[in-house]
């Protein structure tokens, strides 16, 4: 049984469903305390009671109470994120301001509140779950990809400003997940590009990759429970993609 967790303290956000949940699941079966972090109460104590850990009902939208947050974890896993596909002249301005307070304020934030705690116990990991289009763009996405690509750059400072004090941080880039995030997307997507639904994954969102299915959740979760080891250690500032071969195009 692999304990390599065992004794850390571990903080995933958007954690009572997919990559979140799948996230927490794995850091838990290394020995982690996972603190599950969700809007949606009921599935973030459904799923502490299950692993053992505690549950933050928290809206990350509330930016203000962020600010004052002070966090005691060793391992902080920025996950949650929305969509809202439209093209940049339909895109609804506040809607634009939502998402990237949730996907880039938000983590930047929690990353503030956790790094005094890392710093004094000389060991933290820092795990962001970006996106394929953290490197890449697609159309009708504004507001994701812009978030996305500021999620980057905020990892790589962090990754410089955390590694003498034992603090890495990093990326993860998948591309579309078995999730209800992308799910959701379906409709839009058929409707934006005039097709059936039953095409999007064909003709739009897999188009890119080489390997022709969606990326499952507990892939992803395997990589950030490496990410959050102690063999991980010089890894820092980097993007793992994990898209089927789309960004090798």
């Not at 599950?36 to 509330?62: F, I, K, R």
């Not at 895109?91 to 956790?114: G, H, K, V």
């Not at 209800?180 to 994954?201: F, T």
């Not at 892939?219 to 089927?244: H, N, Q």
Request: hydrophobic share 45%.
């Amino acid at each position: 049984m692999d304990n390599s967790l065992n004794g850390r303290k571990a903080l995933v956000t958007g954690g009572a469903s997919g990559i979140g949940a799948a996230c927490a699941r794995a850091l838990a079966a290394r020995g982690a305390k996972v603190a599950v972090a969700d809007v949606d109460a009921s599935g973030a104590a459904a799923l502490a009671d299950e692993l053992g850990g505690t549950a933050w009902t928290v809206d990350l939208l509330d930016v203000d109470a962020l600010a004052a947050l002070s966090l005691d974890c060793d391992i902080l896993v920025n996950n949650a994120g929305i969509q809202k596909v439209a093209p940049i002249e339909e895109f609804d301005p506040s809607e634009f301001r939502r998402i990237l307070a949730l996907m880039l304020e938000a983590p930047f934030l929690l990353i503030r509140a956790a790094l005094p705690h890392m710093y004094a116990n000389g060991f933290g990991r820092i795990i962001n779950v970006s996106s394929v289009h953290g490197i890449r763009a697609s159309a009708y996405k504004s507001a994701y990809v812009s978030a996305k690509h500021g999620l980057e750059g905020l990892s790589k400072v962090t990754a410089l400003e955390g590694g003498e004090h034992g603090v890495t941080s990093n990326c993860i880039n998948p591309g579309y997940v078995r999730t209800p995030l992308v799910e959701k997307q379906i409709a839009d997507q058929a409707r934006l590009h005039g097709i059936p639904e039953a095409e999007v994954l064909a003709k739009v969102m897999l188009t890119e990759s080489a390997v022709k299915r969606l990326v499952e959740p507990s892939e992803v979760a395997s990589l950030a429970a490496w990410l959050a080891s102690d063999e991980a250690g010089m890894v820092t500032g980097a993007s793992y993609t994990m898209d089927g071969g789309w960004s090798a195009r």
